[in-house]
């Protein structure tokens, strides 16, 4: 920041920064990087947004409306993801250990995709090709290193032989398409990349986030419960994106018309013929799409009714993924989840009552995961298993203290200064001293505890 950047806003060099630096961060930590961005470009006198969004700053409404309905999430993470993988130099990598990363790209591009891997044998003549023909590729299940001979590609070693743009891939020299595109995407969960292949692509996390998988399980829900709704709700969508791509090529054709006329336009009538269809054109799709903006209002109000049965079951998800950290072998994939939350609405109780039949398909989904999962683990993980599932169950509810869970598995941390004398130790000492400590720092989480060292001292026995 400084004098060499006064023609610059505040969001431009913000959405810069995102692009270039914060796309392999999760969320929380991008929000963090985000505030202090704009509190710094305050304090320099860089004119900014109070509240920044890379959506507003960088988002076509089009464009996102078509993602979301390849099957991006509609969450602001992965809308985000997807603007920046769509304005960064480099060739996007993914961290994607559920696979929604994989299978929007395939959606996206799914009239001309070349889907590779590193293990095929032919996998250089396919890419090679692609980059011949403009096609876009997609490699799959990328490791922790790359292959050496991709390295041209990644740098964008473009050189141009008689006007026309060519890269040398492995021994063989490519006439390079500008229309080429190519993906990366890992299965991995937490890859560590080295440096030199870090600064190469750009790193983007779309581990999915507790709010972004409760919108899924709400169209999951939703869609069998009322197909009707979800029905109705995709076709506003789509109906929606077309109606804002029309208004774009409205105004991109008025622009033409006017800057391609010369002297009054008023005389030239193929003009005023095209600006008089376009304003007829312009105010019908505005009053469809107040229609369509009323409808989606009702819909969503609908919708809602079931989001209790959406934010239990991304709960759920998040209490079996952190099981893979007890042991690597305990994986679950999205897709198999899902597919256990469809069975659970079809088997479970029917109601005509939406708060009881929420009560039913909660309880009966929550005995199907836990049987299902339980069947998977060791015996020595089970009660694990189950504590968490009871943990998050009332942490979500809002029914458990979590600091006071967190004292219950750390037992707290010692400040230090003087600690009173343990009073068991005349007694046999059956209160160990790391005990007596954790039993003094408890008074620190509650008024309900307060007091208790000084009870245990005076009644030892």
Request: proline content about 4%; hydrophobic content about 40%; glycine content about 6%.
């Amino acid at each position: 920041l400084g004098d060499q950047y006064t023609n610059l806003t505040g969001d431009m060099i913000i959405s810069a920064g995102v692009i270039g630096y914060l796309g392999a961060f999760t969320m929380t930590y991008r929000e963090k990087a985000i505030h202090q961005w704009v509190k710094l470009c305050k304090t320099m006198g860089v004119p900014s947004s109070s509240k920044f969004s890379l959506t507003e700053a960088l988002g076509d409404p089009v464009k996102i409306r078509e993602w979301t309905i390849c099957g991006l999430p509609n969450d602001s993470f992965s809308i985000d993801n997807g603007i920046v993988m769509a304005n960064a130099r480099r060739w996007p990598l993914l961290i994607d250990p559920q696979g929604q990363a994989n299978k929007w790209i395939k959606e996206m591009e799914k009239a001309d995709v070349r889907v590779i891997k590193l293990s095929d044998s032919d996998y250089l003549r396919t890419l090679e090709n692609a980059i011949q023909f403009g096609l876009p590729v997609l490699l799959e299940n990328v490791m922790e290193e790359l292959d050496p001979s991709l390295e041209p590609l990644l740098l964008k070693n473009i050189f141009k032989v008689g006007g026309t743009n060519y890269i040398q891939l492995g021994d063989t020299q490519i006439e390079y398409s500008k229309d080429f595109r190519f993906y990366m995407t890992t299965a991995m969960r937490n890859p560590h990349y080295l440096p030199e292949i870090a600064v190469k692509v750009t790193l983007l996390n779309f581990m999915i986030t507790q709010e972004g998988l409760s919108d899924q399980m709400l169209g999951v829900v939703v869609a069998e419960e009322r197909p009707d709704l979800e029905e109705q709700r995709s076709e506003l969508v789509i109906q929606s994106a077309e109606n804002k791509k029309k208004l774009q090529d409205i105004e991109s054709e008025i622009l033409r018309v006017l800057s391609s006329s010369s002297g009054n336009i008023l005389d030239d009538e193929e003009a005023v013929d095209i600006l008089q269809s376009s304003k007829v054109l312009s105010d019908d799709i505005t009053i469809k799409q107040a229609a369509a903006a009323e409808t989606e209002i009702k819909i969503d109000e609908a919708r809602q009714g079931y989001k209790p049965v959406a934010s239990h079951s991304s709960t759920l998800y998040f209490c079996v993924t952190d099981m893979g950290n007890i042991d690597p072998m305990y994986q679950y994939s999205l897709g198999w989840f899902n597919g256990l939350f469809t069975r659970a609405i079809t088997e479970s109780e029917q109601s005509e009552d939406l708060d009881q039949r929420l009560e039913n398909l909660n309880g009966f989904f929550t005995y199907l995961l836990f049987q299902n999962v339980s069947r998977s683990l060791f015996e020595k993980d089970k009660l694990l298993f189950a504590f968490l599932l009871c943990c998050k169950i009332k942490a979500a509810g809002g029914n458990l203290d979590l600091q006071e869970l967190r004292f219950l598995l750390t037992g707290g941390v010692s400040l230090g200064g003087e600690v009173a004398p343990n009073p068991t130790a005349e007694d046999g000492m059956w209160l160990s001293d790391r005990s007596w400590g954790e039993l003094i720092r408890t008074e620190t989480l509650a008024p309900a505890w307060e007091g208790i060292s000084a009870h245990v001292s005076e009644n030892p026995s």
